[in-house]
C-alpha cells in the first residue's frame, strides 16, 4: 500500500513539474516558473519517500536489529531540507524579477496550469494522508504535506494571475511568488523539525505515555512500574519498562504477566517492539507505597 501510494505520487508530480515549467516558460511568470520549481521539489521528495519506504518495509536483519524504521525518519529529513531549498529558490528567482522589473507575463495558461495543479495534488495529497495515517508512515506523511502546501501555492498563485489579467498589476507576480515561498520554508521547516524529534529518539507524546501507564496500573499481578522509557523508529514504537510482581510467585507466573502486559501494550499501541523487566516486590516497596 505504502509503495504503490509512493509510486503515484511520482507520477503525479513528473507531470505537474513539465506542465508548469512549460507554461511557466511560455507564459513569462516568474510565479508559474516558481510553483515549478516548487513541484520540481515535491517529485524528489516522493522518490525519496518512494525509496525510504521500500527499505523500512524490510524485516529486522543482523546490522538493523531493530528494523528499518529511521529510515523513514531519515527521508522525511531530506524532504524537509528540500522544501527549504526550493523555498530558498523561489525567494531569489522572485526578487531578481522584481528588481528587473522586465515582465511581459500572459495569465491565460497560468491559469490553466494552476488550476490542475490545485485539483491533483488535493486528491493525491488526500490520498497519500490516508496512506500515512493507516500505516504511521513518516515518508508518506512529509510528501503528503508537501503536496498539501502545493495546494495552496498553486491556488494563491491562480487567484493572483486573475487580479493581474483583470487589472494588469503584473508587479504583483513576483510579489506573489514570494509569499508562496514563505508558505513552503514553514512547511519545510517543521517537516524537518518534526523528523529531527524522531532521529533524536525524542519519547512517544504523553497521551501514548498516559495509555502504557494505564495498562500496567490496571493489571491485577502487577504492583508497580518504573525506568518506562519509549522512542519511535519510522512507524514503529519501542518501549521497555521495568515492572514489580509479588516476590512469592514462580518464574514462570511473573513471565506470563510479562507477556500479558506486553500483548496488551502492542495491542493499544499498534505496531510496537515492547521488553518487561520483571522485579520482585519488596518490603521497601511496600513501605514507600505507603
Known amino acids: 500500500m505504502k509503495v504503490a501510494a509512493a509510486r503515484l505520487s511520482i507520477l503525479s508530480n513528473s507531470a505537474l513539474v513539465l506542465i508548469k515549467l512549460v507554461i511557466g516558460i511560455v507564459t513569462g511568470s516568474v510565479s508559474v516558473v516558481a510553483e515549478a520549481a516548487h513541484s520540481a521539489v515535491d517529485l524528489v521528495a516522493s522518490i525519496i519517500a518512494f525509496l525510504s519506504v521500500r527499505v ?71 490520498m497519500l494522508f490516508r496512506v500515512a495515517k493507516q500505516t504511521d508512515s513518516a515518508a508518506l506523511e512529509a510528501d503528503a504535506q508537501h503536496l498539501a502546501t502545493d495546494v495552496y501555492t498553486s491556488a494563491g498563485v491562480f487567484g493572483g494571475l486573475l487580479v493581474i489579467k483583470l487589472t494588469g498589476l503584473e508587479a504583483l507576480d513576483p510579489v506573489i511568488a514570494i509569499v508562496v515561498a514563505l508558505l513552503i520554508l514553514k512547511i519545510g521547516w517543521e517537516t524537518t523539525a518534526a523528523s529531527v524529534r524522531q532521529l533524536a529518539d525524542t519519547g512517544l507524546p504523553t497521551s501514548e505515555v498516559n495509555r502504557i501507564e494505564a495498562i500496567l496500573d490496571r493489571h491485577p499481578e502487577i504492583l508497580g512500574h518504573h525506568k518506562l522509557r519509549s522512542r519511535k523508529s519510522g512507524p514503529q514504537r519501542e518501549v521497555d519498562v521495568h515492572i514489580k510482581v509479588d516476590s512469592r510467585l514462580s518464574v514462570e507466573t511473573a513471565h506470563r504477566v510479562a507477556h500479558e502486559a506486553q500483548d496488551q501494550i502492542r495491542s493499544e499501541l499498534g505496531t510496537a517492539h515492547v521488553v518487561i523487566h520483571v522485579e520482585p516486590w519488596t518490603v521497601a516497596d511496600e513501605a514507600n507505597s505507603k
Not at 525518519?73 to 528587473?100: H, K, Q, T, Y
Not at 497560468?110 to 495534488?121: R, T, W, Y
Request: a negative charge; zero cysteines.
Open 56 to 126: 523500512s518495509d524490510r524485516p529486522a536483519d543482523r546490522d538493523h536489529p531493530f528494523g528499518h524504521g529511521k529510515f523513514e525518519n531519515l527521508s522525511g529529513m531530506a524532504e524537509g531540507a528540500l522544501i527549504l531549498l526550493g523555498g530558498g529558490v523561489i525567494v531569489f528567482e522572485a526578487v531578481r524579477s522584481l528588481l528587473s522589473g522586465d515582465r511581459d507575463i500572459q495569465t491565460g495558461l497560468g491559469l490553466v496550469a494552476m488550476g490542475i495543479s490545485a485539483v491533483a495534488n488535493t486528491i493525491i495529497s488526500r
